[in-house]
């Protein structure tokens, strides 16, 4: 199975900052990576798909990139609505797999 | 929308089956996903099943526990899960997987099993 690793675990920061977390494949997914947004007892929400592709709806402050191994989620300004958890996940292939999570807490 | 049904304490080694009633959209041109995550802990991808039901994918973890199926005349997904252990402990969400690519864009409520003596 592919193992995804995300950096870091949790952080804290603050409305305004510029924030990027981080997600690495054990083995190149090319760009078969999405990205999810989970709040406390809520289900996770797709935000992005194909590494870089926006789902409808999302605000664009949200961003990512990548293609291999290496992805990353930018949010440009962290606005209050977006203190929660992030993961990311590949679907290049079975079984597929998420990273641990990141929690962004506030500062 | 999806809703699911069926969690609930169940004791080590026995059974249960979830389900996850589908609306608002084509089911059957669907695959679909469960998705657990254990009480705070991440998320965990358990099994997928094709639009037409043909093609079955599971995680290594309830490899040969668990069987996942679909009725699309009712627009119903199911996990039978047996053999249960500890570990499978979890909230267990029903997940559409988008069309053009196995990520999962609208996800139910999710029902809590509890394996426990």
Avoid at chain 1, 23 to 37: D, H, I, K, M
Avoid at chain 1, 74 to 97: K, V
Avoid at chain 2, 10 to 38: E, H, K
Avoid at chain 2, 55 to 83: E, H, P, W
């Amino acid at each position: 199975a592919i193992r995804m690793t995300q950096s870091p675990s949790s952080f804290s920061a603050s409305t305004g900052d510029r924030v990027t977390i981080t997600c690495r494949a054990s083995q190149g997914v090319s760009n078969y990576l999405a990205w999810y947004q989970q709040k406390p007892g809520k289900a996770p929400k797709l935000l992005i798909s194909a590494a870089s592709t926006l789902q409808s709806g999302v605000p664009s402050r949200f961003s990512g990139s990548g293609s291999g191994t290496d992805f990353t989620l930018t949010i440009s300004r962290l606005q209050s609505e977006d203190f929660a958890t992030y993961y990311c996940q590949q679907y290049y292939s079975y079984p597929l797999t998420f990273g641990g999570g990141t929690k962004v807490e506030f500062k | 929308q999806l809703l699911e049904s069926g969690g609930g304490l169940v004791q080590p080694g026995g059974s249960l089956r979830l389900s996850c009633a589908a609306s608002g959209f084509t089911f059957v041109n669907y695959a679909m996903s469960w998705i657990r995550q254990a009480p705070g802990k991440g998320l965990e991808w358990v099994s997928a099943i094709s639009g037409g039901g043909d093609s079955t994918y599971y995680a290594d973890s309830v490899k040969g526990r668990f069987t996942i199926s679909r009725d699309n005349s009712k627009n119903s997904l199911y996990l039978q899960m047996n053999g249960l252990r500890a570990e499978d402990t979890a909230l267990y969400y029903c997940a559409r997987v988008r069309l053009g690519g196995d990520c999962h864009d609208y996800w139910g409520q999710g029902t809590l099993v509890t394996v426990s003596s």
